[in-house]
Nanobody, 118 residues
Framework: VQLVESGGGLVQPGGSLSLSCVASGSISSIYAMGWYRQASGKQRDVVAHIRDGTPATYADSVKGRFTLSRDGAKNTVSLQMNSLQPEDTAVYYC?????????????WGHGTQVTVSS
């Protein structure tokens, strides 16, 4: 599975951005998709994620501000980010969990920079 992100950029505090991720390859093997982020000097943490048949889950820091959506064909996941704050500044990575029924693996995008600054 290959993942390509788009939609990052620079936004002022309180603003909004939308990130999108398109999967290609063995998309039928995808059972979960979502977004992680990694701020400079920090570890990569989950932002929002969704597994087949379950509702999306969110990091506490983004609940009520970010919304994750996944399309019916399961090859696109989007993250609508509202009320952005400087602490949301990070590289955002699209993630997909894949399985062949026996083995599980992870696929990652290259990342897209989100900068929140006045």
């Amino acid at each position: 599975v290959q993942l390509v992100e788009s939609g990052g950029g620079l936004v002022q505090p309180g603003g909004s951005l939308s990130l999108s991720c398109v999967a290609s390859g063995s998309i039928s093997s995808i059972y979960a998709m979502g977004w992680y982020r990694q701020a400079s000097g920090k570890q990569r943490d989950v932002v929002a994620h969704i597994r087949d048949g379950t509702p999306a889950t969110y990091a506490d820091s983004v609940k009520g501000r970010f919304t994750l959506s996944r399309d019916g064909a399961k090859n696109t996941v989007s993250l609508q980010m509202n009320s952005l704050q400087p602490e949301d500044t990070a590289v955002y990575y699209c993630h997909a969990g894949t399985t062949d029924g026996t083995w599980y693996s992870d696929a990652w995008g290259h990342g897209t920079q989100v900068t929140v600054s006045s």
